[in-house]
């Protein structure tokens, strides 16, 4: 049973403790890709809506209601792109992350953020492979 370490996973892309990236069935050595992130997600704040309901309600006591319009509502959506091109063979995988909610993105750029670090891991310790502390 050699099963691999999962060390992380961003939707179909994951990364393993050996320094392999695996993503749509296609396997990357994590020295030799370069990955990119299209960030195309959007947060707007408008007033919420039962802050409207109760400044209508509540129109008899006029500078109450004016503090009802103050509740705000925040909302996040969109897609993050994320793409793995191997600079050997030139594949390349991208990966949509479809955004529905602020935690949501910060969770994937933090994701994106270790994959980054992983990547760096694999390439200084095939730079310098005395330092490496792999299977140790």
Not at 9 to 22: F, V
Request: hydrophobic share 45%; aromatic share 12%.
């Amino acid at each position: 049973m050699n099963e691999k370490q999962l060390l992380l996973r961003l939707g179909s892309i994951k990364a393993y403790a050996d320094g392999t990236i695996e993503a749509g069935g296609m396997h990357f050595d994590a020295a030799y890709v370069r990955t990119t992130l299209d960030d195309r997600t959007s947060t707007r704040s408008h007033v919420a809506p039962i802050g409207v309901f109760f400044a209508i309600a509540f129109i008899w006591v006029f500078l109450l209601s004016l503090f009802f319009l103050l509740i705000r509502e925040t909302r996040t959506s969109g897609v993050i792109f994320v793409t793995i091109e191997d600079r050997v063979d030139g594949r390349i995988w991208t990966e949509s992350l479809i955004v529905g909610a602020g935690f949501q993105r910060t969770d994937i750029l933090k994701r994106y953020a270790h994959l980054q670090k992983i990547i760096n891991w694999r390439i200084s310790a095939l730079d310098y492979p005395e330092t490496s502390n792999v299977n140790s």
